[in-house]
């Protein structure tokens, strides 16, 4: 765990399998606000597979390479269950809760 200004942040290695849009390297470093623990965070699990909306992460005058941040908090994290993708964020009631994997692969893809 790090902690910038008194705020906890999560920084977890994940493998990426696959990229929809953009680019990305094999392995990049998600930097999440939050500790494992704490109710109502939703910090990246070892083992699970997940869809992210990723933005890239900067902040002056630290190394942030590789360093990437879920778009809106947990609006942008979705978990892997089969061939539905599961929202994890319960705080935007107005995004989808489950969305079939191959249609928001086919929508990101553009």
Do not use: C, W
């Amino acid at each position: 765990m790090v902690t910038v200004d008194q705020l906890p942040f999560i920084i977890t290695d994940v493998t990426v399998a696959e990229t929809l849009k953009g680019t990305a390297p094999g392995t990049v470093r998600i930097r999440q606000t939050g500790d494992r623990g704490r109710a109502g965070t939703h910090i990246l699990n070892s083992g699970s597979t997940y869809l992210l909306f990723l933005q890239p992460f900067t902040r002056p005058g630290e190394d942030t390479t590789n360093q990437y941040s879920i778009v809106g908090v947990d609006a942008g994290l979705y978990l892997e269950d089969g061939d539905q993708a599961h929202l994890q964020d319960t705080e935007s009631p107005g995004l989808p809760r489950t969305l079939p994997i191959a249609d928001l692969s086919a929508q990101a893809r553009g």
